[in-house]
Each structure stands twice: as structure tokens, then as C-alpha cells.
């Protein structure tokens, strides 16, 4: 009962979406939008960047304040930091409310890796800030990101339940960016000079897409 509602309190945290929300104080769905993910990248070029800096922030914090509050809730449960956490993520992207259809869960990893330990999360956003800028993609952050905290976590604390959670999450989180690969592969991904190059991405996006 206790695992349930350590979970519990991630998912409920994880399905508030700000992305959401905010698009729908503008009027419309931001799934309707953009690449269609109700994430803060998809805000940030939808909307702009402090739409997509306070979706960021928002997102970041609420998985941070689940994996906080479940492990004051359960001190017990040894990986209740983790368990809240994932739970965040996978409700972000699975928000009932929103017919399971929400974001790709970037900020949330984030978030539960900041309640986790702070210098850890200092040092890889450091690195999945020097690979995505060196890439040019956001989509790598999450992809690497998840991998690497599952194998620091793993090799670390030695916890084979924690280390599963995350395991599946990584993979879900590498599942739901499959179709930004695709679009690297055919060139029709935004890169993140969209956000200071919008004309000229949007002029060689369509470029790409129209072969």
C-alpha cells in the first residue's frame, strides 16, 4: 500500500501539465501545435521563450516536489525518491486528463535527478548541455540523460528495484522519441537555434520536408 501511494503521489504530481494549461488560457490545445508534445520545447517554439522557460521550470519542480515529499512520507521505502519520480514522468506523459497524451518527460527526469542529489545534477546537466549543443537536437538530452542517471544510479547505490524503475522509464522515455530521430534522420527535426533562428529553420525544415 505504501509503494502505491509513494507512486501515487508522482503520477498525481506528474499529470498536471503547464504546457496544457497554458495553451489552453491562449485558446487553443498545444498538442494542436508545433511537434504536437505538450512539453516546454513545443511551448517555447509555439509561444516563446519565457512561455517555455516557465513550462520548464514548472515541470522540473513539480517532479522535484513529488520525490521530495513521497520520501518524507515513506522514509521506508529506500528508493522512494526514485519511485515518486518515475511515476512523475510516466504521469506526464500519460496524463489521464488529457487522454494520455502528454509531454516526453525531459524536465521531469530533470527534476527527480535535482531531488536526488544536487552536484549530480549540476554535472549532467553541464554534460547533456555540451552534447545538445554540440548536436544541435534537444531530443538527445532525454534519450542520454535518462541512460546515463540509470547507470550512475545502478552502479552507485546497488538497488536493483530503483535501478529497474528507471531502466523501463529510460525506455519508454527512448520510445516516445523515436519519431524525433526519424525527423533528424530526414532532417525535418527543429535543431535548437530555432529558438534564435526561427525563419531559417522553418525555411529548411520545409525544405527537407518537401524533399
Known amino acids: 500500500m505504501q509503494l502505491f501511494l509513494c507512486a501515487a503521489v508522482g503520477f498525481f504530481f506528474g499529470s498536471i501539465n503547464p504546457a496544457f494549461i497554458i495553451s489552453k488560457f491562449k485558446g487553443f490545445d498545444i498538442r494542436e501545435r508545433g511537434s504536437g508534445n505538450a512539453g516546454a520545447s513545443n511551448v517555447a517554439m509555439t509561444l516563446g521563450k519565457k512561455a517555455g522557460l516557465l513550462t520548464a521550470l514548472f515541470d522540473i519542480f513539480k517532479a522535484a516536489a513529488a520525490s521530495l515529499i513521497a520520501a518524507k512520507l515513506f522514509p521506508q521505502i529506500q528508493f522512494a525518491k526514485v519511485l515518486a519520480g518515475t511515476a512523475c514522468i510516466l504521469g506526464h506523459i500519460f496524463p489521464p486528463a488529457m487522454g494520455f497524451h502528454g509531454g516526453k518527460g525531459l524536465a521531469c527526469l530533470g527534476g527527480m535527478i535535482?531531488?536526488?542529489?544536487?552536484p549530480l545534477f549540476v554535472l549532467?546537466?553541464?554534460?547533456?548541455a555540451t552534447i545538445a549543443l554540440t548536436l544541435d537536437y534537444v531530443c538527445v538530452i532525454p534519450i542520454s540523460g535518462s541512460l546515463l542517471f540509470t547507470l550512475i544510479y545502478a552502479f552507485s547505490t546497488g538497488d536493483p528495484v530503483g535501478t529497474v524503475l528507471l531502466s523501463v522509464t529510460a525506455m519508454i522515455m527512448l520510445l516516445k522519441h523515436i519519431?524525433?530521430?526519424r525527423r533528424i534522420q530526414n532532417g525535418t527535426?527543429?535543431?535548437?537555434s530555432f529558438l534564435w533562428k526561427k525563419d531559417?529553420?522553418?525555411d529548411r525544415i520545409t525544405k527537407n520536408a518537401l524533399g
Open 189 to 192: 527535426e527543429a535543431h535548437i
Open 200 to 202: 531559417k529553420e522553418v
Open 124 to 128: 549532467l546537466l553541464a554534460i547533456e
Open 114 to 118: 535535482l531531488a536526488y542529489d544536487l
Open 179 to 181: 519519431q524525433n530521430l
